[in-house]
């Protein structure tokens, strides 16, 4: 909490303020998640890779399909070539192994219950990196108001507090300032705990959300 008591003068008058600031956090489940999927293709020709890549993207799509997501939130991103070398130490070169493409793709889920499937599925079809899901909720915004308004009434404690303690008349709110919106962030899931996760699909569950806000306000005050 920070707290400060000023005095201000000029000709005629003195304006004593207080300024404080609170904190606000409220929990709310979420109910949708985004789901990064990335396909490494290792293949001796450039051909040969970027088809492999377009071949496991292309089953993926057909999973999303199959499970009802919309097209509008399946999104197939970055696409990239490049050369696999290894280094042999006989020789001192630079052997060309093969060629490596790589296809990223995001998919929003809407449907919690969907998550752990959808895992399972794109992996079976050679997905081979999986982000954490990230989870948010379509009632985010609605908890932060709940949130900032917590934050207001904590401030304001904090200040009749304050002006309790220094013998002073807590007056009206003459400057507000408000943080955005803040949420711890999930912890990052190694690609053995994802696919742990997809094994249990159907038993997959997520905790709730913490949305918190902060607020800083100026009180007049007076003896």
């Known amino acids: 909490v920070l707290a400060s008591v000023v005095a201000t003068a000029d000709e005629n008058t003195v304006v004593r303020t207080i300024s404080v600031s609170g904190i606000g956090s409220v929990e709310t489940p979420p109910d949708r998640a985004s789901l990064n999927l990335s396909i490494v293709a290792r293949e001796p020709t450039v051909a040969a890779a970027q088809e492999r890549a377009a071949e496991v993207t292309a089953e993926v799509l057909a999973i999303a399909s199959d499970m009802e997501i919309p097209n509008n939130r399946v999104d197939t991103m970055s696409a ?7 280094w042999n130490r006989d020789t001192d070169t630079r052997e060309l192994l093969g060629y490596i493409a790589s ?3 995001r998919i929003e889920l809407h449907d919690l219950d969907k998550v752990g499937v ?3 599925r794109a992996v079976e079809a050679g997905v081979n990196q999986v982000s954490a899901p990230q989870l948010s909720s379509s009632t985010a915004r609605d908890a932060y108001r709940e949130a900032l308004q917590k934050a207001a009434e904590d401030a304001r404690l904090n200040a009749e507090r304050l002006a309790e303690t220094l013998g002073l008349k807590l007056g009206k709110a003459i400057q507000v300032g408000a943080g955005a919106p803040t949420q711890p962030p999930r912890p ?5 705990e994802i696919v742990t996760m997809s094994a ?4 997959y569950s997520a905790g709730d959300l913490t949305v918190s806000a902060r607020i800083s306000i100026v ?5």
């Open 103 to 105: 296809r990223e793709m």
């Open 188 to 192: 990052v899931q190694q690609m053995d």
């Open 118 to 120: 959808v895992v399972e």
């Open 80 to 86: 990239t070539v490049r050369p696999d070398y290894r």
């Open 219 to 223: 009180f007049e005050a007076s003896h």
């Open 200 to 203: 249990r699909a159907e038993t």
